[in-house]
């Protein structure tokens, strides 16, 4: 995992710069194919996928106790039933995502990945 976060780090400049060579090429052809949102999404994902690798995950475990403050929906309280039931519950998503993953065509490439 550690070489994918290198090669990202040179990748990603890569892809910004073709990204937006391409969306000057079409405005300049009066032909703007690249969908702004689709652009930020795939950028953002790259930029994040980079920051995680890189800092690894010592900035959610600081900041867990921020976002629980400030962005929890709700509050739950640490008993042993609640354990079970996201265990459980985990558990249950998993095994579904899975067999999705294997009844439709479309999913199996993110199986196989």
């Known amino acids: 995992m550690e070489q994918y976060g290198k090669?990202?780090?040179?990748?990603?400049?890569v892809f910004l710069l073709l990204v937006l060579f391409e969306k000057w090429w079409g405005w300049s052809k009066g032909q703007d194919t690249v969908r702004?949102?689709?652009m930020i999404s795939s950028l953002s994902s790259g930029v994040t996928n980079v920051t995680?690798?890189?800092?690894?995950?010592s900035i959610t475990?600081?900041?867990y106790g921020w976002m629980v403050d400030h962005l929890a929906i709700?509050?739950?309280?640490s008993r042993?039933?609640?354990?079970v039931i996201a265990f459980m519950a985990l558990d249950l998503t998993g095994y579904l995502v899975h067999?999705?993953?294997h009844e439709y065509n479309f999913f199996w490439n993110a199986h196989i990945i």
């Open 7 to 13: 090669i990202l780090l040179i990748a990603m400049p």
């Open 36 to 38: 702004n949102m689709d």
């Open 52 to 57: 995680k690798d890189v800092l690894g995950l």
């Open 61 to 63: 475990i600081i900041s």
């Open 74 to 77: 709700v509050q739950v309280s």
């Open 80 to 83: 042993f039933w609640c354990y």
């Open 99 to 101: 067999r999705i993953d």
